[in-house]
């Protein structure tokens, strides 16, 4: 039986994976897949996907592309959560800034240099007019360490998906004073070149069982209410989540829009120049 390791972050994009790993779909067709967390974030995935520490791996669009650019040797094969990724834009509760606008000149914590933590803070930048080689960056690791950057003072406000933080907003320990909805399809899957060369039949199963779920996932019974309970998660607030995440059901990836990603990021500053965005992607379906 072929072994395959993937990762993602703990996050209810996510559920579906748990639901093929506990029916064992993919035991059935001879593949070994095991998960494993990554509260980092994509930049952790990426540096994993590097060492060959997971084979497959579910990270944000913009990371991924920046790091197969820098040398990455991964290729993206489909997009996974077709949707834009909404990032709440936090400080702490008792913190001085209380518009966007204040914190043009603060330092933001970032789980990693390459994580969407970071080049979403560049996002927010250009879309607010700042300049972004002023921006400071505080390195905290995840999303705890975001937590007590800003409880701490070490940092001044942190970006994290904005239904993942809700929680802390509600408790008193984030103050939430905007979001940054990603100009792009939030997540993709990332595969390793060694295995697409050596287990391509095999890594498209796992594509395959994944698609089947997610085409089906809103009509699941009572998903809500697992949602919300693995989540702990307000039902309300995974019942709107719910209504503006669309999953990939089987599409291909095209290189037009991995270049429309590019031509934005170049845009964005977030990459230098744009590469062949042939080079960037392996095709499942053709």
């Known amino acids: 039986m072929l072994k395959l390791k993937i990762g993602g972050v703990p996050e209810h994009f996510n559920y579906p994976w748990y639901i093929t790993l506990k029916n064992k779909e993919y035991t059935k067709e001879g593949i070994n897949l095991r998960w494993k967390d990554y509260p980092g974030g994509t930049g952790a995935m990426s540096k994993a996907l590097r060492s060959g520490e997971v084979d497959i791996a579910l990270v944000l669009t913009e990371g991924i592309i920046k790091d197969i650019i820098n040398g ?3 290729k993206i094969t489909q997009t996974f959560v077709k949707s ?3 990032w709440g834009i936090h400080v702490a509760a008792n913190s001085k800034f209380k518009t966007i606008d204040d914190l043009e000149n603060a330092t933001v914590a970032i789980s990693r240099f390459g994580s969407g933590s970071q080049l979403m803070a560049i996002v927010n930048a250009h879309n607010n007019g700042w300049d972004i080689n002023k921006l400071q960056f505080k390195v ?9 950057a800003l409880t701490n003072g070490e940092a001044d406000y942190f970006m994290w998906e904005h ?3 809700k929680p802390f907003v509600d408790n008193g320990t984030f103050r939430r004073v905007g979001n940054c909805p990603t100009p792009w ?4 899957i990332a595969v390793r070149d060694e295995i697409l060369e050596n287990h391509f039949e095999e890594v498209k199963k796992v594509h395959n069982i994944i698609n089947n779920c997610t085409q089906d996932f809103k009509d699941f019974g009572n998903i809500d209410e697992i949602l919300a309970n693995r989540y702990e998660q307000q039902i309300e607030d995974i019942q709107e989540w719910l209504s503006i995440t669309e999953w990939n059901d089987g599409e291909a990836i095209s290189e037009n829009l991995i270049t429309d990603i590019q031509n934005k990021m170049v845009e964005f500053n977030v990459i230098e120049k744009k590469e062949n965005s042939g080079d ?6 053709i």
């Open 140 to 148: 905290v690791g995840d999303l705890q360490g975001g937590i007590d």
């Open 163 to 165: 239904f993942t933080t």
């Open 84 to 86: 834009p990724l909404v």
């Open 72 to 74: 990455n040797p991964s």
């Open 185 to 188: 399809p939030c997540f993709v």
């Open 280 to 285: 960037l992607i392996r095709n499942m379906y």
